[in-house]
């Protein structure tokens, strides 16, 4: 049984925006990246498969079980943590944390206080005085509390330091270890490529690609800077296979895919005078998708 | 039961204002019946001095402004209007908080179903203006009971206090219905204050012409003191409707807000 089953899930609005035909599946225990540019369509597949909204066609299923029919009884198995979090200002942290756990049917309350303690976060305070980036571990909290099997998290990173991000992911290794699956949204890629197995990335609401992340990231392509001492001939390594040709002054980069050898001709061609061949990050490779229609 | 709680403390500080309101207006308005009372000639002859429309638009009725019902049928209307912002308020309010304050998506993605939401929510705002009606009648009749020159129908006087009820919980129905409808209710007061008032004018202006079917389109008209006082019942025609409304607007509210997609904000 998967963790996410996503098959031809279709949302259209009255204008452009939405999602067409997404399909994706997210195995269990699986930490699965969910990738593309603001308003590419991840919330709107994330709400789908919260039955936040409801699909035009097409279906998901969660554990099985299709999101919309059996929305409620999946739910006590979701953790869910929104990019941006507003709760019941006038309450205080613990008395949301309490009110949260309440819809489930287990005793929370030492788990709130382990995580609230590893997120430094101050439970007496109310919810009106916090900052964002305070507000933002009351949402951690809120979603980790009742130890869910899946956690989604839609652009969870916003809001926290780099310290209190990197606690924020160690406790979702800690979660995944115990065998939680974790869809984890984002449009920063660096956070993604530390976190995630699989990958989905997806434009104007198509999904373009799934990935693992080792795949594209080594298999695929190289990224090559050369020095030249003499003037470059851009049309030389033009060839197929390269992307994101650049040339600055007397250095040529780009990225390869393809074999390496022929590319390694290419260049024994020419003199050159430095030559650098490095693994590309994902961001690199991901606006090479992004930009290849255009 | 959790949500139901949550709900009835997140009213508790609306249904204390709301309800002393009601109850300081009470008191005050029939603090002012002695007066009324000693000298009825005086006033009598007052009141017959005002346009004859504008004592029926505000249900004036000179013959009886006098008796303790009489008196208590008038300054009523003015008790429904205070009770209906209260109520309207409140419906309005239940279903679009989650919304302005973006609490939506909290809710909704807890293990609970679309139908379990809103029945908690209108129980305990249900629940709201059972409180500020059974505070209403006790202050109410131990008002009446002090101020009473000569004896007067108690039945007829609580068949009266209790449409209060009856016209709350219509507007909360409609209040629901409305913050269902519209996709994001910016602010709740002129919503519901723009809706009151028009149903109140739309009465008085019934009032004035003395037009019958124009009553249908008011709560505030479904339940004449003066009838009430007459023939010691309601006038079931009108309860029907108003109970026929009130089914209607709150089943179309489940059946629109199960189906409503919650967008992000």
């Known amino acids: 049984m998967k963790a996410i089953e996503i098959n031809k899930l279709t949302k259209t609005y009255g204008n452009n925006r939405g999602i067409t035909d997404v399909s994706f599946s997210v195995e269990q225990g699986e930490i699965f990246g969910f990738i593309g540019p603001n308003g590419a369509g991840k919330s709107t597949t994330i709400r789908t498969l919260l039955s936040l909204i409801y699909p035009t066609s097409g279906n998901a299923k969660i554990f099985g079980k299709d999101c919309i029919q059996f929305a409620p ?27 949260s756990a309440s819809f489930y049917k287990k005793d929370c309350t030492s788990r709130i206080k382990d995580l609230a303690e590893v997120m430094q ?17 009351v949402g951690i909290v809120q979603g980790l509390l009742h130890e869910p099997k899946l956690i989604i998290l839609d652009e969870p990173t916003s809001g926290l330091d780099p310290l209190m991000q990197q606690k924020f992911f160690d406790l979702l290794i800690e979660e995944n270890k115990k065998g939680a699956t974790i869809l984890f949204s984002s449009h ?22 799934v990935e693992k992340i080792s795949t594209l990231k080594e298999n695929n392509y190289k990224k090559f800077k050369i020095e030249m001492p003499s003037k470059i001939d851009k049309q030389h390594f033009n060839i197929s296979g390269v992307n994101n040709l650049e040339v600055k002054d007397q250095t040529v980069s780009f990225l390869f895919k393809g074999n390496i050898n022929s590319m390694m001709n290419k260049i024994a061609e020419v003199e050159i005078s430095n030559l650098w061949v490095e ?6 490779i991901f606006m090479h998708y992004y930009e290849k229609e255009d | 039961m959790n949500m139901y709680l949550h709900e009835l403390k997140a009213y508790r500080k609306s249904t204390f204002i709301w309800t002393s309101s009601i ?3 009470v008191v005050l308005l029939f603090s002012m019946f002695p007066s009324f009372a000693r000298e009825a000639d005086e006033v009598k002859k007052l009141l017959e001095g005002f346009p004859e429309a504008l004592r029926k638009a ?45 609490t939506a998506d909290f809710l909704l993605t807890k293990p609970v179903t679309r139908t379990q939401i809103i029945t908690s929510k209108l129980l305990a705002a249900f629940t709201s203006l059972v409180i500020t ?25 609580i068949l009266i206090s209790i449409t209060l009820f009856f016209i709350q919980i219509m507007f909360m129905s409609l209040g629901v219905f409305l913050s269902v409808v ?17 149903f109140f004018f739309i009465g008085m202006f019934g009032a004035t012409t003395g037009d019958e079917k124009v009553r249908y389109m008011t709560p505030f008209k479904y339940f004449e003191p003066s009838y009430i006082i007459k023939n010691s019942t309601y006038e079931w025609s009108y309860i029907f409707i108003g109970l026929g409304f009130v089914l209607l607007a709150i089943g179309l509210s489940y059946y629109i807000y199960g189906k409503k997609d919650i967008q992000a904000v």
Request: charged share 25%.
């Open chain 2, 133 to 157: 009606n059974i505070a209403f009648l006790i202050v109410a009749i131990t008002m009446a009971s002090y101020d009473k020159t000569e004896s007067f129908s108690l039945s007829q006087f």
């Open chain 2, 23 to 25: 109850l300081v207006l």
């Open chain 1, 188 to 209: 920063i890629l660096s956070e993604v490529q530390r976190l995630c197995d699989r990958v989905a990335i997806i434009k104007e609401g198509r999904i373009v690609k």
């Open chain 1, 279 to 284: 693994e590309p990050d994902l961001e690199e």
């Open chain 1, 121 to 137: 976060l101050d439970l007496t305070k109310k919810i009106d005085d916090l900052s964002l980036g305070n507000k933002k571990k």
């Open chain 1, 73 to 99: 009884e999946i739910k006590k198995e979701i953790g869910y943590l929104p990019s941006e979090v507003f709760y019941y200002d006038n309450m205080k942290v613990m008395d949301l944390l309490k009110y």
């Open chain 2, 58 to 102: 505000v249900g004036l009725e000179v013959e009886s402004i006098t008796s303790l019902l009489g008196f208590y049928s008038y300054v009523f209307f003015y008790i429904t209007l205070c009770g209906a912002i209260q109520a309207m308020n409140l419906g309005t309010s239940i279903v679009s908080k989650e919304v302005r304050e973006k």
């Open chain 2, 182 to 198: 519209l996709r994001k209710v910016k602010a709740v007061l002129p919503i519901s204050l723009g809706t009151v008032f028009a």
